[in-house]
């Protein structure tokens, strides 16, 4: 049953665009620094690590939760995401999508459309909204958990020039997953399409189990903060987003008599989302330093991962100041330090705090220039 979610194009859809990112990532750090920063392809293994692990938490808290949903939400809804990869690629409408969907289901049940839509075979009755808003809550925890496990664990600047017109390091983040969440269907909607799909009954009620493709994710790029670090408030504020969802799903059983409670929690819900977004992006444009060019030194904007500069602690931020007791200054002047000792090399930087730190460490004898530091080039 499980399988269903292979047969779906918002998978296969996701998994193209995936893959186009990680290639254009890939081209423009060639062409940036002359060599890839992580050539290895992490978009896809966060791809297909969150399908695995965050799919099977969101299918048990829906499953405990018992959301189910129509068959129409879900078509309007999967036409959404695939309208969003296609269309619009740069930008992951994660909450947007639900909220629409939505929105549409609710239009085209209050006006009686259906009665134009050939729906012969298709179960097409009504299912609560606070269902909807119960998903979109499921939704808020895991993109907590998305963002706190994968976002920001991989350096991939990209330079820009700030108002001063000084050279400076963005990271933008493009990542996003496609996560197989299991709901309910009343009613035997698949078994009249697919006559092999099991249908349960509990009571005088009967339900069929659906994978839904849910599409997660977030674009943002980050000029003054660490990234792993802004990412990990941005999952700590959803996370506290998802407690007050749970507030208005309590809130909306409690106040069932006012019409439309459900869909006018999920507009806050998604108001609320939207400010924090927004809240977290100015947090960081207000921060004072950049990752930008110096000339009182060599700015450090990357990392290799397993390279002597990692093992010896050299940090994303950090100004080097001399190297082998040499100072430095441009990226000629790096490189022709590390020559005077090629089996050997001690760094003088400086970090984002404005403390010295002095590193050492033995490097490959054939290969002295590969530290692992990536720096701004002055081209």
């Known amino acids: 049953m499980t399988l269903l979610i292979f047969i779906q194009p918002v998978l296969w859809l996701g998994i193209l665009r995936n893959?186009?990112?990680?290639?254009?990532?890939?081209?423009?750090?060639?062409?940036?620094?002359?060599?890839?920063?992580?050539?290895?392809?992490f978009e896809m293994k966060h791809f297909w690590l969150s399908f695995i692990v965050l799919g099977i938490v969101g299918s048990i808290i829906s499953m405990v939760l018992g959301i189910y949903l129509s068959l129409p939400w879900i078509i309007i809804y999967e036409a959404l995401l695939l309208i969003n990869l296609i269309i619009i690629p740069g930008q992951f409408f994660t909450v947007l999508n639900l909220l629409i969907a939505t929105a549409l289901t609710f239009v085209t049940y209050k006006f009686d459309l259906f009665t134009y839509i050939n729906t012969e075979g298709i179960n097409t009755s009504s299912t609560s909204l606070s269902n909807a808003l119960l998903l979109l809550v499921t939704v808020f925890f895991v993109s907590a958990l998305y963002m706190k496990m994968f976002l920001g664990n991989y350096q991939s600047p990209k330079i820009f020039k700030n108002q001063r017109g000084n050279k400076v390091a963005g990271y933008l983040n493009k990542e996003f997953a496609v996560l197989p969440i299991a709901v309910l269907i009343p009613g035997d909607q698949i078994h009249a399409l697919i006559s092999w799909w099991p249908v349960f009954s509990m009571g005088q009620h009967?339900?069929?189990?659906?994978?839904?493709?849910?599409?997660?994710?977030?674009?943002?790029?980050?000029?003054?903060?660490?990234?792993?670090?802004?990412?990990?408030?941005?999952?700590?504020?959803?996370?506290?987003?998802?407690?007050?969802?749970?507030?208005?799903?309590?809130?909306?059983?409690?106040?069932?008599?006012v019409d439309n409670i459900e869909l006018i929690s999920m507009t806050v819900m998604a108001v609320l989302?939207?400010?924090?977004?927004?809240?977290?992006?100015?947090?960081?444009?207000?921060?004072?330093?950049?990752?930008?060019?110096?000339?009182?030194?060599?700015?450090?904007?990357?990392?290799?991962?397993?390279?002597?500069?990692?093992?010896m602690g050299v940090e994303m931020g950090d100004l080097i100041i001399e190297v082998n007791n040499i100072k430095v200054s441009t990226e000629d002047d790096f490189y022709k330090a590390t020559l005077t000792s090629p089996t050997f090399c001690r760094l003088k930087v400086l970090n984002r705090q404005d403390r010295i730190k002095i590193m050492e460490s033995a490097i490959y004898s054939d290969s002295p220039n590969e530290l692992g530091v990536v720096v701004i080039k002055e081209k």
């Open 19 to 41: 893959y186009i990112i990680y290639r254009k990532r890939i081209k423009r750090e060639r062409n940036d620094f002359n060599t890839s920063i992580s050539p290895n392809d």
């Open 206 to 257: 009967q339900f069929t189990i659906f994978i839904l493709p849910v599409l997660i994710g977030i674009r943002f790029t980050i000029f003054k903060s660490m990234p792993k670090e802004f990412f990990k408030k941005l999952s700590n504020r959803l996370l506290w987003l998802t407690c007050l969802g749970i507030i208005l799903v309590v809130a909306t059983y409690l106040l069932n008599g």
């Open 273 to 311: 989302y939207l400010l924090v977004l927004i809240r977290t992006k100015r947090k960081d444009n207000k921060k004072s330093k950049w990752f930008s060019d110096a000339v009182n030194g060599l700015r450090v904007i990357a990392v290799r991962r397993d390279t002597p500069a990692e093992k």
